[in-house]
T-cell receptor, first 113, second 114 residues
Framework: EPEVTQTPSHQVTQMGQEVILRCVPISNHLYFYWYRQILGQKVEFLVSFYNNEISEKSEIFDDQFSVERPDGSNFTLKIRSTKLEDSAMYFCASTGTDKNIQYFGAGTRLSVL | AQSVTQLGSHVSVSEGALVLLRCNYS??????LFWYVQYPNQGLQLLLK??????LVKGINGFEAEFKKSETSFHLTKPSAHMSDAAEYFC????????????FGKGTRLSVIA
């Protein structure tokens, strides 16, 4: 069964450093999402992406964040200068023709020290 | 604005007992509602969805949920718990148009006792 793949599974970084979280969505999907879950809190929407541009973003997705689909398969989330409060589990998701089903990756745990 | 509230951050049941995980929603428009499950070290997997068809929705692994507009609820049930059901369960809502993002509840951890 096709799946969304996220790498790395765990990323440790120093405060102020840039990180790039990588996702490979399901191959024929067209809509992509990033969510995050701070420990003990809700899964929160960050951004959605379609046709090589952002379709919707939340208040969390400020200028420190950016997304890109650099080639036909990868979908990346970049945090330009990480803060302690960026420590969270980051989930990538994609949808295909059935927009009611978002397929999630296993997540990347980001630890900012 | 839309939101969901999951009552109980942790539910513990005996193997073979009824599983009931509660979810109430708030939505200014007719909602689409979802239950996702997360097993350890895995992603979120869709259990079932309500998209304005039948109010009783059957999902995978024997789970079902009933949409009750009068109670603004979408509780998840399973008649008989199995050890393999131990996981984190998330209720989510989204607007019923376009590819809109999911709004999640805080999750309920289900433990199954032998």
């Amino acid at each position: 069964e096709p799946e969304v793949t996220q790498t790395p599974s765990h990323q440790v970084t120093q405060m102020g450093q840039e990180v790039i979280l990588r996702c490979v969505p399901i191959s024929n999907h067209l809509y992509f999402y990033w969510y995050r879950q701070i420990l003990g809190q809700k899964v929160e929407f960050l951004v959605s992406f379609y046709n090589n541009e952002i379709s919707e973003k939340s208040e969390i997705f400020d200028d420190q964040f950016s997304v890109e689909r650099p080639d036909g398969s990868n979908f990346t989330l970049k945090i330009r200068s990480t803060k302690l409060e960026d420590s969270a589990m980051y989930f990538c998701a994609s949808t295909g023709t059935d927009k009611n089903i978002q397929y999630f990756g296993a997540g990347t745990r980001l630890s900012v020290l | 604005a839309q939101s969901v509230t999951q009552l109980g951050s942790h539910v513990s049941v005996s193997e073979g007992a009824l599983v009931l995980l509660r979810c109430n929603y708030s939505s200014s428009v007719p909602p689409y509602l979802f239950w996702y499950v997360q097993y350890p070290n895995q992603g979120l997997q869709l259990l079932l969805k309500y998209t304005s068809a039948a109010t009783l929705v059957k999902g995978i692994n024997g789970f079902e949920a009933e949409f009750k507009k009068s109670e603004t609820s979408f509780h998840l049930t399973k008649p008989s718990a199995h050890m393999s059901d131990a996981a984190e369960y998330f209720c989510a809502v989204r607007r019923n148009s376009g590819n809109t993002p999911l709004v999640f509840g805080k999750g309920t951890r289900l433990s199954v006792i032998a």
